[in-house]
């Protein structure tokens, strides 16, 4: 075949594929749109496909559609399309993060080629046409919004991949994500400056986005995702699911809820994935540098006992995460009486008096039922350490040395907190974040447990190392940043914790919007008139 | 002897037969290869074929560069 006819062939199955898309698209029938695909095609490429969708795009398809025709044409398409490696079928689903991203991806091709560089093409060549200037500022303006597609992948994928030991290439990634966001922000910048630059600086800084945002294209759907599916369980994907719609997606609508099937978190529950070797490895080479840190850490303190103490006590925190009831303590001398949920002023006085009668103050801390501590009639003049406790329903409550909580009550107060509060633990992993539903910074479930590097972008690695660093020496115990973020003032502060007996607990970051606190003037006090 | 490249072999496995690729794949601008970290991870699922086209390198211009630098290319489907 000559390169003319190898090319008029190329056309004329893309003008099919557009035929057949079309036709769905138009609500014409499956039947039919099958019967010309098994006309006229033996099997098509995935990138003709693509390239057809962004063919309808361009025609003024409402990027939407394509998400319903995405579906359909994978019925139509099915076991026709080559693909350089085996396509997962779960991953086809509507929702599923693969295919979202997949389909993000698709817009934002579609976005650069049909839009973005048409658009700088005609407006170099036109001279002064400003239909074409608004036309590359609303593109670039669309663009930035890809934020959302780099963030959901940095707070959901890589702190997973960080769990499998792949941390590289995050890492790498991340920095790369940064540095096109900046290139992104740059081109905006110039087209919307007055006066505007020249046009070839212009043209540079829009065709320098194109280039490295395809190239991460290309490296999300061919590398990362190829990788992460060798290690990802269907769990995982089902964790990445839920926590992606609080970051938000570019230039698509909300997917369809994804949730991985029973039978397939059944298959991997029963099959532990067969590890790779690039996850066994990975694995290895995670866990001795794990161990590594944390004999360095432990070394790095005097009095060993402290990690195990500290231990002891998040786990026990962990079991009662949820207000239920609490297990009866297995200690027998602790015995409490969770059968009887009413305590009566006749027990109460009981065990006052049981408690005043006998028990020295040092087996008292141990032996006897917290709960009695709040009745204890002595004076309550020394700091009182923080103490888990049942109230008289048998829910756990916690005690501070200045009052009581339950846990109902303290996530509530979490809740509604004016702070986002992010903790990282005394071995600089994530242990819990407060959730609002307004977070200025991204968290999702899939960095708990995770190290806190690797939470961050590489550009403030460095910074975020040396303040844990110095938390840990001892050398400060609070560091922080305020800075302009999309279009709010952000106060994001780190402090050092201590448990009770001064050692270092970790690390608390609080995050603000102090847009409005800045801009407080005079007073409104509660006498004031409204 | 002539070295044979093989543009669909992962560059972790093409590095390890043919360690003179490297400064060839860094010409090209694929210089993650020099990161044994990335080569470990990434370097499974990269082959050249992958890479020129990341790069926007046009497959023959990589097949002239490869030869140019004294390698015998394996283009899959030529054959």
């Known amino acids: 075949m000559s390169q003319n006819e190898l090319e008029h062939s190329a056309v004329y199955r893309q003008k099919k594929i557009v035929e057949i898309l079309q036709l769905l698209h138009q609500g014409g029938s499956f039947d039919e749109a099958k019967a010309i695909f098994d006309q006229t095609f033996a099997s098509v490429d995935v990138s003709e496909i693509t390239s057809a969708e962004r063919a309808l795009i361009a025609t003024g398809l409402n990027p939407m559609e394509i998400q319903h025709l995405c579906n359909v044409h994978a019925a139509v398409f099915k076991g026709k399309i080559s693909d350089n490696h085996v396509v997962n079928p779960v991953q086809e689903q509507p929702g599923h993060p693969v295919q979202v991203m997949k389909l993000e991806n698709l817009i934002i091709t579609s976005l650069l080629k049909d839009e973005l560089l048409p658009c700088l093409k005609k407006w170099q060549q036109s001279g002064t046409d400003a239909q074409y200037l608004t036309r590359i500022r609303r593109a670039l303006k669309d663009l930035i919004t890809i934020d959302k597609h780099y963030a959901r992948k940095e707070n959901t994928i890589f702190p997973l991949m960080d769990k499998y030991g792949i941390t590289a290439p995050p890492k790498v990634m991340w920095g790369v994500d940064d540095k096109i966001r900046g290139l992104i922000a740059t081109a905006n910048d110039l087209v919307n400056r007055v006066p505007l630059p020249d046009k070839y600086e212009i043209e540079a800084a829009i065709e320098q986005v194109n280039t490295e945002v395809m190239e991460m294209i290309f490296k999300e759907e061919q590398i990362m995702l190829p990788m992460v599916d060798e290690v990802f369980t269907a769990a995982d994907w089902g964790l990445i699911a839920s926590e992606s719609d609080d970051i938000g997606y570019t230039l698509i609508a909300q997917p369809l809820p994804w949730r991985p099937s029973t039978a397939d978190l059944e298959k991997d529950a029963n099959t532990p994935k067969k590890v790779p070797a690039i996850a066994a490895e990975l694995n290895e080479a995670a866990k001795a540098l794990a161990e590594q840190e944390d004999l360095a850490r432990l070394n790095k303190r005097a009095g060993v006992k402290k990690g195990v103490t500290k231990s002891t006590g998040s786990e026990k925190i962990s079991t009662i995460s949820k207000p239920v009831q609490v297990e009866k303590p297995s200690q027998p001398g602790a015995s409490m009486p969770v059968e009887t949920p009413v305590i009566d002023d006749k027990i109460r006085a009981e065990k006052i008096a049981e408690f005043k009668a006998g028990m020295s103050s040092d087996s008292a801390s141990t032996g006897r039922p917290e709960w009695t501590k709040v009745f204890s009639e002595q004076p309550k003049t020394a700091y009182e350490r923080t103490k888990l406790a049942l109230d008289a329903n048998g829910l756990a409550e916690i005690h501070f040395n200045n009052g009581t909580l339950n846990l109902a009550e303290l996530t509530g107060i979490f809740k509604i907190l004016p702070l986002d509060l992010t903790f990282v633990d005394a071995n600089d992993n994530v242990a819990w974040f407060s959730d609002d539903g307004h977070r200025i910074f991204p968290r999702t479930k899939a960095v708990v447990g995770r190290a806190v590097i690797n939470c961050h972008p590489p550009k403030s690695y460095d910074k975020v190392k040396k303040i844990l660093d110095d938390f840990h020496a001892g050398s400060r115990d609070q560091a922080e940043f305020w800075i302009d973020f999309r279009g709010i003032k952000a106060y994001i502060r780190y402090f050092a914790v201590h448990d009770e007996d001064g050692e270092y607990a970790g690390c608390l970051e609080v995050s603000q919007d102090i847009t409005r606190i800045q801009q407080l003037e005079g007073e409104r006090r509660l006498d004031s008139e409204d | ?79």
Do not use: C, W
């Open chain 2, 1 to 79: 002897m002539v070295q044979v490249i093989d543009l669909d072999l992962p560059v972790y496995n093409l590095v390890q037969e043919v360690p003179a690729v490297v400064p060839v794949m860094v010409g090209l601008g694929l210089d993650g290869v020099t990161s044994p970290a990335l080569l470990k991870t990434a370097g499974r699922f990269m082959t050249l074929r992958k890479g020129a086209a990341m790069k926007q390198i046009p497959l023959s211009e990589l097949i002239a560069q490869l030869e140019q630098a004294g390698f015998e290319v394996d283009d899959h489907e030529s054959e």
